[in-house]
Antibody
Framework: QVQLQQWGAGLLKPSETLSLTCAVNGGSFNVYRWSWIRQPPGKGLEWIGQINHRGSTDYNPSLKSRVTISVDTSKNQFSLKLSSVTAADTAVYYC?????????????????????WGQGTLVTVSS | DIQMTQSPSSLSASVGDRVTITCRASQSIGRNLNWYQQKPGRAPELLMYAASSLQGGVPSWFSGSGSGTDFTLTISSLQPEDFATYYCQQSYSPPFTFGGGTKVEIK
């Protein structure tokens, strides 16, 4: 069974850098992409970005200037850094595995989906 | 970015009811649409992927349909464990975006 275990600082001051790490147990780490997603208290979900085992990344343009996602394949871990945080970055942050399925809709298509998630880390930004 | 709009934002239903949640994309996304269930204090869980494929272990009373811009998640007979918030998510192109959620509450 695949398990994602995440950790990192839960209380930050404005302008500090958020840092979270997610360790993956089970499955083939190098086969998948790995994502970070966040959820402000009482609100919906926002995709932050993703990385593959080679370190190739995609970021949400709304956060791209402040986000760095990195990977350590020797430890089956990936990490998130978000710089210059403000109160608007207060959220539960989740790591997730990105599985890619295939389907047919007139032609073959690929579909990424978040099939395993970490337990979530509440990060609060407050002075 | 592709905007995802869910309706309703909340609904009240009874055990055994048929429940339908809709999700509309701001542009055509083919069948690149996933559904998640989230219970309070828990991470979301994948229910449905590629619009109509049931994730392993998900009960068969869940079903999904749609293509292009309009999608539906149906719970054919609501069970006590189904009271939760449901999110759609487009997987057509990054940035991957989610709908605002539909909270299914007990009537």
């Amino acid at each position: 069974q695949v398990q994602l275990q995440q950790w990192g600082a839960g209380l930050l001051k404005p302008s500090e850098t958020l840092s979270l790490t997610c360790a993956v147990n089970g499955g083939s780490f190098n086969v998948y992409r790995w994502s970070w997603i966040r959820q402000p208290p009482g609100k919906g979900l926002e995709w932050i970005g993703q990385i593959n085992h080679r370190g190739s990344t995609d970021y949400n343009p709304s956060l791209k200037s402040r986000v760095t996602i990195s990977v350590d394949t020797s430890k089956n871990q990936f990490s998130l850094k978000l710089s210059s945080v403000t109160a608007a970055d207060t959220a539960v942050y989740y790591c997730a595995r990105v599985d890619i399925s295939q389907g047919w809709f007139g032609e073959l298509f690929t579909n990424p989906q978040f099939d395993f998630w970490g337990q979530g880390t509440l990060v609060t930004v407050s002075s | 970015d592709i905007q995802m709009t869910q309706s309703p934002s909340s609904l009240s239903a009874s055990v055994g009811d048929r429940v339908t949640i809709t999700c509309r994309a701001s542009q055509s996304i083919g069948r690149n649409l996933n559904w998640y269930q989230q219970k309070p204090g828990r991470a979301p869980e994948l229910l449905m992927y590629a619009a109509s494929s049931l994730q392993g272990g998900v009960p068969s009373w869940f079903s999904g349909s749609g293509s292009g811009t309009d999608f539906t998640l149906t719970i054919s007979s609501l069970q006590p464990e189904d009271f939760a918030t449901y999110y759609c998510q487009q997987s057509y192109s990054p940035p991957f975006t989610f709908g605002g959620g539909t909270k299914v509450e007990i009537k």
